[in-house]
């Protein structure tokens, strides 16, 4: 395998966990501050409001971006074995 090649299946992979990731990290940001907004201008401190909020939606966010990550990650896995011949030649 040359280094070329192991770098690049690398970069692409951590790029693609960050695409994959993405979509709930940034949900969680966005319902994270509209929460603490809700709280500040409340002042209701409470540790669940911050909780249940945050795991719904994203699990929403979860479910509805599935099919597109598993795409994803399979066109991926399809790159990664039509490789694999030029990995077993060098």
Not at 6 to 19: G, P, Y
Request: avoid cysteine.
């Amino acid at each position: 395998m040359s280094g070329a090649l192991a770098i690049d299946l690398v970069r692409h992979a951590v790029m693609l966990s960050l695409q994959v990731a993405s979509p709930m990290l940034i949900t969680a940001l966005v319902v994270g501050l509209l929460v603490s907004l809700f709280q500040a201008i409340t002042q209701l401190q409470e540790q669940t409001l911050t909780f249940i909020p945050k795991l719904l939606v994203i699990a929403t966010v979860f479910v509805l971006a599935l099919p597109w990550a598993l795409n994803q990650l399979v066109e991926y896995l399809a790159t990664v074995i039509r490789s694999l011949p030029t990995v077993a030649g060098s």
